[in-house]
């Protein structure tokens, strides 16, 4: 096993650290307080080929392999897990399934597009309803039999680039309950009946726009549906396997950028005559957020070997997020602990990480469904 970088995603990864350091943490204190990136930086993302990232360069992208872009996710959560979040999404979720579900008229449309950062993408699956439950989402598209077109009515929620997408990626009831009956469409977001509305107040990732989306009898062309009908739900967990991993990734941009902090922040600050990291207790919460970082990220490289070698991957997945996950919770949390008092406000960025790092346990599926899903892979035996 030779866990070296290749020159190439060595090149990557020296790239994303350069761009994070110059475009996003400067900035990501005062993103956070105003709940909103500024979406110059999208482009910015397009401009480096960090949104095209394993997507075939004949269709836009820059190509390159899973490592390299978790690489690349690492960075972006070291500096904004908000940057990071849009970039999950829209390269992550909605074009990678164009990629590996769409027709050749789909990718040409799309694909460009999204990579340059001239489009962006969200996701729709979860609902108000229906979180981890998504086989059971109650959205629903019609077929009207005089065009062919479909008719999506429902309602959709913590769409992740909701307000600001494009096009989005909508899983909508076309047949009977249960996963069978579901399928997916790509449905540009100025399409009449398409309403968004964007969700404040949140406790971390505030400065990604997070939306409500409804949906009021939006038609759509049969052409705008992604893969068989009847197989939206394949394509949504397909999307959301390779979706974890991306969470991982950045979970340990966030566990390296607490451990940073709080070495630095150790090493400086002075208390009975000394720095605190001559103090033990310091020293052992900063061993425990190292270990913690350097197992999430083997288990993070690993999925990634196992998709660019072609094999099943979604356990191991399932493992890298929950771990990671909770890792960088803790991660930032102990960082809070040496940081004492000042962890305590925005002034410094460890309280931000806490809060960024919290939803982590949540999304994708929450650390529940993650030991469910490992269960089930253990046993043989659907806890669900």
Known sequence: MNLELSEEQAAVRELAAEFTDREIVPHAAAWDRAESVDRAVIGKLGEVGFLGLTIPEEYGGSGGDHLAYCLVLEELGRGDSSVRGIVSVSLGLVAKSVNGFGTEEQKRHWLPRLTSGEALACFALTEPGTGSDAANLVTRAVRDDRTGDWLITGAKTFITNGTWADVALVF???????????????????????????????????????????????????SARLGPEGKGFTVAMAALAKGRMSVAAGC???????LEAAVRYATEREQFG?????????????????????????????????????????????????????????????????????GFIDEYPVGKYLRDARVMTLYEGTSQIQKLLIGRALTGVNAF
């Open 252 to 258: 340990v941009g966030i566990a390296r950028a607490s």
């Open 172 to 222: 909508a009831r076309t047949g009977g309950p249960g996963h069978k009956g579901v399928t997916a469409f790509l449905v540009p977001t100025d399409t009449p009946g398409f309403e968004r509305r964007e969700i404040h107040g949140k406790l971390g990732l505030r400065g990604q726009a997070t939306a409500e989306l409804s949906f009021d009898a939006v038609r759509v062309p049969d």
């Open 274 to 342: 000394k720095s605190i990291a001559h103090h033990q207790l310091v020293q052992e919460l900063l061993a425990d957020i190292s270990v913690d970082l350097e197992a999430a990220r083997l288990l993070t490289w690993r999925v990634a070997d196992l998709i660019d070698r072609g094999l099943p991957f979604a356990t191991e997945s399932s493992t890298a997020k929950l771990f990671a996950s909770e890792a960088a919770v803790k991660a930032a949390n102990s960082a809070i602990q040496v940081f004492g008092g000042y």
